[in-house]
């Protein structure tokens, strides 16, 4: 660890003396808004014709920010403010020389197509959150809260207000009503906030600012003007209750005999989502029996390394304010709140019978959440999540009608809670988070951890107007339960205490809990001038578990990291931006063992003409792993190479693509990846876009792990070469009537097939040379069973079987489509209308890809869903 940490000190002290800049004085401008008078009304249909607009004058003076940073822009524009006591008017004058080329898009909320105006309001006056309120020149809304000083966007944030938009022979005009109970601000007479307008002039791709900022400024929030005038509001409480009701029909293909697959299945389910505004500033959301059927569905995917794959949240109440519970303590996905865990699949399993039928469920059942969540005006951020999900049982029924239930799932009680503070006139702040995952554990689920506790602390400070930072944060975590579920933690792949020889670990079987701890500290340059650099630290005990209600992938590993990045900002007649970065990590495990290092470097350039190149490659002279034999000793990979090319058009156009190609070679063709990306996005009239995403993946590896065997009392280590080709296409089209009104399709195609060959086992896993590490089998040691489809093995070619291994060729098919109709008939309340298909299976490894995605997709019959859901939003 110390030689990791002076790595990381000797290239900030380097990079700091050679690169440190002098940081330009920032200019902010204001605004001052007035209170609409007595009688006056603003009707909001986008003319700016109402006589209340006129008592208040234009605010002009747009900087570009992109590409010409602070230039004039090519067309103007001009906004005024007003408010009463529950509402904002904002009316904004876009002016455009040729008005028949406004770009003009329809699409559904959130798109943010063709031209378009937006206002950003930071109310806490916190210089890292805001609100940021979008119209398009064709109507269409786009609303996100912004966190993290603009490094986080969260689109789910669906607030109500209003706006419009016309287009005239100036170029066009937009209005907007934002009620203050979708804002956060305290108590005060005048309230001072962030403000910012952000226009975005689609023919020239030239985004121009009310408030200048430099493209070398190291956030967005902390760059906003200021709003004054706003005198003696109220903050507004907010409550708005919406009740849902979904009608749901699922026809499948039936199975003769099986209760369970009849062909059809009908559900009529309700529930209801809240939201209650205990102060202004906090909030507590609400939801019970929730439903979330008219979300995407995960993309295809398959691991052979064994650990498992991160899926992005989607589900509505769990995505929004998300930022306020996120907590990132090291790098990749590892989380100590990963939401996807409550309402999982459940882990426990049912025992059957050949003559019995089995009915799983897909996922547990969340009876009820609860999130309070908000900021306060004194910069604390506060956030405490409950949820509760239930009893799962299989339900089993054998072929004389004798039915029984068993438990896969416990009944499971999850929270979640979160502060932080501000200080330093907001350029820092310190913050903590606890984790709590309580199970009700039965005799049969007792493999199941039955208590989970983590925390954490973090921080961060700015200095230098924000240029220059420090950050880390610390995590702990202790989890109970009985022996045998426990001896599992520590036997799992992110742990592999079970390790041959491993001197610093080892299973101890009586242990009922397990405490650890891991973490970060990074010290960088994050803006000001065109370099940027940082440095740091990440730590994972070998004890340290937080998959109860978590993300972590491995544990026992110390990482060093480092990075210098140099940015192009000024436009040439050749490009519009360049970067380029180099960056290098090491990583230890507990036991001080050298593990790898990585050098890269990634360069990016966008061209005059909006088009882009990106490309990176690396060098891996030192690869060794703890987890490729699941236990075994730890494991030496072959020297490796990779780089990638993407390149792409214009996306502005209505037709538009990317191609990219990515390859990866190891010393001794030990292995390698080859992976070929093509993107598609068209638009052939305003109201309709369709994209296409297309990848093929060629994947060889002559040391493929297939399993571990026992050979004259010893542990035998069994790989073998894979052909391993994937493919999967996504495909979505929008077709917009109206900017409340549209339907969507979703459909991908996934395939995965992998062919085993030249099996072999370990012999020395960490000599240099391939042909040292594994040795392979010969034809007079391995056999096929014509029986049994196993391998068989004389290892000592006496004539006896020694042991066997299972046929691993596999063939993964999977199609997921979803069409949704959706409706937003007032704001707020819509209505669903969702077609769902889907179809899961194994296919024939001995044939192509097209074969099987001929067979076993196109040629099958699908699992339909039809699903009608209406919700309704009172606000009171």
């Not at 004798?402 to 239930?405: D, G, H, I, V």
């Not at 101890?508 to 990074?522: A, F, P, V």
């Given at each position: 660890m110390i030689k990791c940490l002076l790595h990381s000190i000797v290239f900030l002290l380097f990079t700091t003396t050679i690169l440190a800049q002098i940081d330009s004085v920032k200019v902010q401008r204001e605004y001052v808004t007035k209170q609409l008078r007595a009688g006056e009304e603003i009707t909001i249909d986008g003319e700016l014709s109402d006589q209340a607009w006129d008592n208040i004058s234009w605010d002009t003076d747009f900087t570009v920010f992109d590409p010409n940073n602070g230039e004039t822009p090519s067309q103007s524009t001009k906004f005024k403010i007003l408010y009463d006591q529950k509402f904002l008017y904002v009316g904004i004058r876009c002016y455009d020389s040729i008005p028949a080329k406004i770009e003009k898009r329809l699409a559904r909320r959130d798109n943010f197509s063709g031209d378009w105006i937006e206002i950003n309001i930071d109310s806490y006056n916190d210089k890292r959150t805001g609100f940021s309120f979008n119209v398009s020149a064709a109507g269409v809304k786009g609303d996100e809260f912004i966190s993290q000083n603009g490094d986080f966007w969260d689109a789910s944030w669906n607030p109500i207000w209003y706006t419009a938009a016309q287009i005239d022979d100036k170029g066009w005009t937009a209005e907007m009503k934002i009620p203050f109970s979708q804002l956060k601000f305290g108590e005060q007479e005048e309230q001072i906030w962030g403000l910012q307008l952000n226009r975005r002039f689609f023919r020239a791709e030239e985004r121009s600012l009310w408030q200048p900022v430099s493209l070398d400024a190291p956030g967005w929030v902390s760059e906003f003007g200021v709003l004054r005038g706003l005198m003696n509001i109220q903050p507004q409480k907010q409550l708005e209750i919406q009740p849902f009701l979904v009608n749901q029909y699922d026809a499948y293909p039936s199975q003769a005999g099986n209760p369970f697959r009849d062909g059809n299945d009908y559900i009529l389910n309700a529930g209801l989502d809240a939201k209650i505004g205990l102060t202004n500033d906090l909030t507590l959301d609400l939801t019970v029996n929730p439903d979330f059927g008219q979300v995407d569905a995960d993309p295809g995917a398959i691991a052979l390394d064994?650990?498992?794959?991160?899926?992005?949240?989607?589900?509505?109440?769990?995505?929004?304010?998300?930022?306020?519970?996120?907590y990132e303590f090291a790098d990749g996905n590892d989380n100590i709140f990963y939401s996807r865990r409550i309402g999982r699949s459940p882990q426990g399993f049912a025992t059957t019978t050949p003559e019995e039928f089995i009915d799983e469920p897909k996922n547990s059942t969340i009876l009820g959440a609860a999130k309070f969540s908000g900021k306060t005006k004194n910069g604390w951020s506060l956030g405490l999540l409950e949820s509760v999900t239930g009893k799962m049982y299989a339900d089993i029924e054998d072929v004389e009608g004798?039915?029984?239930?068993e438990l896969v799932e416990p009944l499971t009680n999850y929270i979640v809670g979160r502060v932080q503070k501000d200080f330093n006139e907001r350029n820092s702040f310190?913050?903590?988070?606890?984790?709590?995952t309580n199970r009700n554990i039965t005799d049969n689920l007792d493999f199941l951890r039955s208590d989970a506790y983590t925390g954490g602390f973090d921080f961060k400070h700015n200095w230098k107007d924000r240029n220059y930072y420090v950050e880390g944060n610390i995590v702990g975590s202790h989890v109970k339960g009985s022996a045998d579920a426990i001896a599992r933690t520590q036997r799992s792949i992110t742990h592999l205490f079970q390790r041959v020889d491993a001197g610093h670990v080892s299973v101890?079987?009586?242990?009922?809990?397990?405490?650890?701890?891991?973490?970060?500290?990074?010290l960088g340059k994050a803006g000001g001038g065109n370099w940027r650099y940082d440095g740091g630290l990440i730590w994972r005990s070998p004890e340290l578990e937080l998959n109860d209600i978590g993300f972590l992938r491995q544990a026992d590993e110390i990482k060093q990291t480092a990075s210098i990045s140099r940015l192009f900002l000024k436009p040439t007649n050749f490009?519009?931006?360049?970067?380029?970065?180099?960056n290098q990590y090491t990583t230890y495990d507990f036991e001080g063992n050298y593990n790898r290092i990585q050098y890269q470097f990634e360069g990016f350039i966008n061209y005059k003409n909006n088009w882009?190149?990106?490309?990176?490659?690396?060098?891996?002279?030192?690869?060794?792993s703890n987890t490729v034999l699941r236990g075994g000793p730890r494991w030496r990979w072959s020297e490796e190479n990779f780089w990638y090319l993407f390149f792409g058009s214009d996306s502005r156009k209505k037709l538009s693509f990317t191609l990219g190609y990515v390859n990866s070679q190891a010393a001794e063709k030990n292995f390698s990846l080859a992976r070929y990306v093509f993107r598609l996005y068209y638009q052939p009239f305003d109201a309709f876009n369709l994209s296409i995403s297309s990848e093929y993946e060629e994947n060889p590896n002559k040391t493929q792990y297939v399993t571990e065997t026992n050979f004259n009392g010893n542990a035998r280590y069994i790989t073998s070469n894979i052909d391993q080709k994937t493919f999967s296409t996504s495909i979505r089209f929008n077709y917009s009537i109206n900017p409340n009104l549209s339907i969507q399709y979703y459909g991908e195609p996934f395939i995965s097939r992998g062919k085993y060959t030249d099996f072999n086992y370990v012999n020395n896993p960490i000599a240099e040379k391939l042909s040292e590490r594994v040795r392979l089998f010969s034809e007079n040691q391995i056999s096929k069973s014509t029986e049994t489809d196993n391998y068989l093995i004389d290892e000592d070619l006496n004539g006896v079987i020694d042991y066997q291994i299972a046929d691993p060729n596999f063939s993964y098919v999977q199609f997921r489509s979803n069409l949704v109709l959706r409706w937003e008939y007032i704001p707020g309340s819509e209505i669903f209308l969702v077609w769902s298909q889907g179809v899961v299976g194994a296919g024939d490894p001995s044939e192509t890809l097209g074969r099987n995605l001929d067979r076993q997709i196109l040629g099958q019959k699908k699992d339909n869903t039809f699903l009608l859901k209406a919700t309704y939003r009172f606000i009171l």
């Open positions: 064994g650990f498992q794959i991160f899926f992005e949240e989607r589900r509505p109440f769990f995505i929004e304010n998300k930022n306020i519970f996120d004798n039915k029984r239930s310190i913050g903590g988070i606890f984790t709590l101890d079987e009586s242990r009922t809990s397990l405490t650890g701890t891991g973490g970060k500290i990074e490009y519009r931006r360049v970067n380029m970065e180099l882009w190149t990106e490309v990176g490659a690396a060098h891996k002279p030192r690869i060794f």
